[in-house]
Every structure is written in structure tokens, then in C-alpha cells.
């Protein structure tokens, strides 16, 4: 059996051509391919080429601080850039609102899915998830700016269905991770925190007529892995680089974990929500609508503090937790190791976990909320000149059993006292979250009431429903006013059926709620 070559890095960068289509793995600070794309940006800085590539990935890849996606972030290195998510890779996104690349924004998850797609070769992945959104072509059609022309994505009808077709392209060059190669190539993922979409990436490659490229921490003998823990087999690889020192962490600024992998079990310690703060009152709120048994998907952020809320009250076992990059069950992790979850009790690849959350397996999904407008929309991907993405936004919201969109009411400097069973406005935020129409549509109202899903709206001082007619006010905080605090924060006047209900007390007393059993 032939070996694999090992090659330098610089050996690596070299097999990329001018005007290429790259695909790299990745999940923001976890299994980027940190030895491969620097040597490839060096290159560039050195020669000037390879330029004009197009770069395709799935999930964030970065931390902001150059490493990641960013380091393509050159003038002339490309000319396209395709990702799922834009907030860890500021440089990328720059470049795009200057009009010096081209750039789309396309769910996450459907772009996983896509790579399985293109490794079949089959036209294109053909889903609902994104119809009635910004990347619906009747919108912006997934585009970022100006200079972005090419419809990437059509509007077809099956069987009098709308749905949208996400077109295939050929993969020339794969850029991927993982932990151990042996001698002949067989590449293993143990150490990493997710398999994410290695296997489908490398197999696009290959069927592609494309080279495949995986950094490794290891290379070992021949015959001696775990043909179950193998998820890139020989027979997709071009080539191994070995990762050059620091460029291996298994998420970015944090040493190895063990217990991320599944391999051991850490002590969870104390994850109870102590302190009495705005964002433990919403994360309390929404605990109220955890039902024994569900499948839960929660966001980062203010979402995280319904998992503390939920063990507080002792009802951390009425859900189990998900995370987009693969994780089911343990505890979704945050910052850079987001993607990764402690002592997790499966590890999936990403478009399996997605294909679970398009067809309606998640129960309850707690997400961000960052604008919402009269119609029920949701804007968490573009503000302004700042683009953050969809990342999996679109796949989760839009085919969750019942969503909850989570946050605080205004933004920016926002103070609250919360004393007595009440909480009191200290500082109004700067800018208001209740806007009249959503800059874009990351979650559509329309499209929520067509397939009669449940969608509620969750702050510190009120919570919102969407119906058929609009967003109603059902719910209001004791001690607020609801001129004051409420309507004049908002540049739309919400329905209401009379009076709005009072919050529950319990969410604002410094105790138990003891919602256990009720």
C-alpha cells in the first residue's frame, strides 16, 4: 500500500492555483486548519498568488483576531467569499461591505448539507429552509453588497412546493483537519470536538476532480487506527501536513479537554445563574416553558442562561441540550469552544444534526433576538455596515416545534434594578430592539404563521406573541410602566387583548421559583 506525502506546509500552499474554489473546515475556534491556511496566506504575501480564489465554508472560522477564514482577508488573494457566518472573521467582512470581494451569506446548515450534495453530484441542495428570508432570491438572494451579481440560489416549485435550490459548484481544493493520519492516509477526528463536515467536504473534493489536504497533530503507523474513529479515508487524500506549533489547539486559547471529545466525564461543578440580573430574569422566563423530555436548542448569550436557570430550579434533566456542530446532550460550551459541548453523549456529523433540525426535531429553540419589526421578524445577520451572518439561525428558528426569541428590550447601556418582586428602569438603552421594519430577515413572520409555528418574544419587562394579525403584548413586568418603559420604546404600537398579563412574581424574588413539578 502506497504512502501517503507528507508535505511542508509551504508544499501545501503550492498545490493551490490562481482562481480556485477552497473549501476549509471548521467551527470557529474548534478543527481550523490553522498550519495549511497561514501557509497559504503567506504565500500570497510573499508571491502575490494564488489570487482571485472563491472560499466556501459552512460555520464561523475565526476569533477575530486574524486567525481563521481572515486569513484570506487580502486584497486580490480573493474575489468571492461564501460562508454561513461572518462574525468571527472581521477582515472578510470589511472587504465585502468596501465592495472589494464578493460575498454571500447562506444558512449554515444548508451549506453542510450542500457539500454532502456536491459529493454525490447531484444539482444542488434543495430545501425550504431559508424562503421568506434574505436569502430567499425574491430578497437579496443570500448577496452582501453591490458587486455581487450571480444568483446562487433559485426559487423552483415541486409539486406546487416553493422551495429553494441551492446550487452545486465543483470543490478544487479541500483544507481540513484532524487528528491522527496513519502512513497511508486514514484520517482520524478523536481529539476534536466535532466531526463536523470532513467526510462530505473531502468526498466533494475528490468527486470534484479536487486535492484534499488535512493538517494533522500526528501521523502513526499504518494499520494502527481505529477503523470506527476514521472519518477521511486514504482514498479522499491528496496530502498531510503535520501542524506547526501553536496551530493545533483544539479551540482556539484553550488547552485540551478530554471531556469535550466524550473520551472522559468532567464534574459539571456549579452552573447555577446566582446573580440577580437582567439577563437571569429572561433566561427565568423562558425556563417557565421547558416541558419534561424536550430536545432544546439554545443560542449564545442571554440563551445560556436558561441551561443555569433550568439546573438552579433542578430541571436541567427535562432537556436535552443540542448543539448545530454535532454535540447531543452534556453542556454547550461558549466563546471560542463554542460548537463544543462537556461530556457530551453523541458527537454527529453537522449536516446529520442539521437534516434532524430542518425536519422539526427540536422541540424548543432559545435564541438571540437583536431586532425584531410589527411583523413578527427577526434581524440577528446585518446591522448597518456590520454583517454577523445567519450562521444556523435560519435552519434552527425556522423548523423548531415552538421558538423563543430572548434578549433585553433596548440596547446599549441598558441598567436595571430589580428589588422587591419588581424591576425598576435605571437607564434606558440607546437604541431601541422593537423597530418598525428588521434592517434584514434572518427569521421570518410570514413564514411562521404560514406553517402555524408558535414563536414568543422574551425580555426583562415584557414578553410578546406572534398571530395571524401580529405581535401582541401578553406579558408585562411588575414595576414597570407600561407607557414609559414599553410602548414609547418601541417605534410600533404592539396589539393587545386589554390589559397585559403580570410576569410571574417568582422571577423576580432573590429565591427559588420552584418550578419543579408545576
Not at 446550487?167 to 479541500?174: D, E, T, Y
Request: net charge negative; charged share 25%.
Amino acid at each position: 500500500m502506497k504512502h501517503i506525502p507528507v508535505l511542508t506546509p509551504k508544499q501545501a500552499a503550492d498545490l493551490v492555483q490562481n482562481n480556485q474554489i477552497i473549501v476549509t473546515g471548521g467551527f470557529v475556534g474548534s478543527c481550523c486548519p490553522e498550519t495549511l491556511t497561514k501557509a497559504l496566506e503567506k504565500r500570497f504575501l510573499e508571491t502575490g498568488e494564488p489570487k482571485n480564489l472563491t472560499l466556501i465554508y459552512a460555520a464561523a472560522q475565526g476569533n477575530r483576531d486574524g486567525s481563521g477564514a481572515d486569513h484570506f482577508a487580502h486584497e486580490g488573494m480573493v474575489k468571492r467569499v461564501i460562508g454561513g457566518h461572518w462574525n468571527m472573521v472581521p477582515q472578510l467582512g470589511t472587504m465585502v461591505i468596501d465592495n472589494k470581494i464578493e460575498g454571500y451569506n447562506l444558512p449554515q446548515g444548508t451549506i453542510s448539507q450542500l457539500f454532502r450534495d456536491i459529493a454525490g453530484n447531484r444539482v444542488g441542495t434543495i430545501t425550504h429552509v431559508g424562503l421568506n428570508t434574505f436569502v430567499d432570491p425574491r430578497n437579496q438572494g443570500g448577496k452582501l453588497n453591490e458587486i455581487t451579481k450571480d444568483d446562487i440560489v433559485e426559487l423552483i416549485d415541486i409539486n406546487g412546493q416553493e422551495k429553494l435550490l441551492y446550487k452545486a459548484f465543483p470543490v478544487h481544493v479541500a483544507l481540513l483537519r484532524g487528528s491522527y493520519a496513519d502512513e497511508y492516509g486514514n484520517v482520524t477526528v478523536e481529539n476534536e470536538v466535532a466531526s463536523l463536515e470532513a467526510t462530505s467536504i473531502a468526498q466533494a473534493a475528490k468527486n470534484s476532480g479536487g486535492k484534499v489536504v488535512v493538517q494533522v497533530e500526528k501521523i502513526v503507523k499504518g494499520g494502527t487506527l481505529d477503523p470506527r474513529l476514521v472519518k477521511i479515508p486514504r482514498i479522499y487524500v491528496d496530502a498531510v501536513v503535520v501542524a506547526e506549533e501553536g496551530d493545533h489547539q483544539q479551540c482556539f486559547g484553550h488547552p485540551f479537554d478530554a471531556s469535550l471529545t466524550g473520551a472522559t466525564q468532567s464534574p459539571l461543578g456549579d452552573t447555577k445563574a446566582d446573580c440577580m440580573c437582567t439577563k437571569k430574569i429572561i433566561g427565568r422566563r423562558a425556563a417557565l416553558e421547558l416541558m419534561e423530555d424536550s430536545v432544546v436548542n439554545l443560542g449564545i448569550g442571554i440563551p445560556e442562561y436558561i441551561s443555569r436557570v433550568a439546573n438552579e430550579e433542578g430541571i436541567g434533566d427535562y432537556m436535552t441540550l443540542t448543539v448545530e456542530a454535532g454535540p447531543i446532550g452534556g453542556v454547550p460550551q461558549g466563546g471560542s469552544q463554542f460548537g463544543a459541548a462537556l461530556n457530551p453523549e453523541c458527537i454527529l456529523d453537522q449536516a446529520y444534526q442539521f437534516d434532524f433540525y430542518d425536519g422539526g426535531g427540536v422541540d424548543l429553540a432559545f435564541l438571540g433576538l437583536a431586532q425584531a419589526d410589527e411583523k413578527g421578524n427577526i434581524n440577528v445577520s446585518k446591522f448597518g455596515p456590520r454583517i454577523a451572518g445567519c450562521g444556523g439561525f435560519i435552519n434552527i428558528t425556522q423548523n423548531a416545534k415552538k421558538v423563543y426569541f430572548c434578549g433585553t428590550f433596548t440596547a446599549g447601556g441598558l441598567k436595571t434594578e430589580i428589588k422587591d418582586g419588581k424591576i425598576k428602569i435605571i437607564q434606558e438603552g440607546k437604541s431601541k430592539k422593537f423597530i418598525t421594519e428588521a434592517e434584514q430577515i434572518t427569521f421570518s413572520g410570514d413564514y411562521a404563521n404560514k406553517t402555524g409555528q408558535p414563536v414568543m418574544y422574551i425580555t426583562e419587562r415584557a414578553v410578546f406573541e406572534l398571530r395571524k394579525d401580529g405581535v401582541y403584548l401578553i406579558e408585562i413586568a411588575p414595576g414597570i410602566d407600561l407607557q414609559k418603559d414599553v410602548l414609547d420604546q418601541m417605534d410600533f404600537a404592539p396589539k393587545m387583548d386589554g390589559e397585559p398579563a403580570l410576569m410571574d412574581w417568582r422571577i423576580f424574588r432573590d429565591e427559588l421559583m420552584g418550578i419543579k413539578g408545576n
